[in-house]
């Protein structure tokens, strides 16, 4: 079993910045493979970005690409987020979930385990 908890959202000015984390327990993080899921008011959960086990392999949604970078730190068993140039259509409840396996994937049905989200805000 896997537990995942966000933290790091909140509100931001378009332009600004801002870091999500997501800090998993459980031995079985460092073989699996982790992602980030967002959803809106009113939309479907959409893919983020993903993280193989090691972290040399990275996915990113063509809308956040070069802007978010995903990131993980085995040790400390958590996985990050950093989003640049944040727009007010990045706005959304943000997930962290984890597979159960090692590479990545980029539909939400590949994922197992999941965090309770976080929101993030971005003004315009």
């Known amino acids: 079993q896997v537990q995942l908890v966000e933290s790091g959202g909140g509100l931001v000015q378009a332009g600004g910045s801002l870091r999500v984390s997501c800090a998993a327990s459980?031995?079985?993080?460092?073989?699996?493979?982790m992602g980030w899921f967002r959803q809106a008011p009113g939309k479907e959960r959409e893919f983020v970005a993903a993280?193989?086990?090691?972290?040399?392999?990275?996915y990113y949604a063509d809308s956040v690409k070069g802007r978010f970078t995903i990131s993980r730190d085995n040790a400390k068993n958590t996985v990050y987020l950093q989003m640049n140039s944040l727009k007010p259509e990045d706005t959304a409840v943000y997930y962290c979930?984890?597979?159960?396996?090692?590479?990545?994937?980029?539909?939400?049905?590949?994922?197992?385990?999941w965090g309770q989200g976080t929101q993030v805000t971005v003004s315009s």
């Open positions: 993280i193989g086990r090691t972290g040399a392999v990275t």
């Open positions: 459980g031995r079985t993080f460092s073989n699996a493979a």
């Open positions: 979930a984890a597979r159960t396996v090692g590479y990545v994937g980029k539909r939400a049905d590949e994922y197992a385990y």
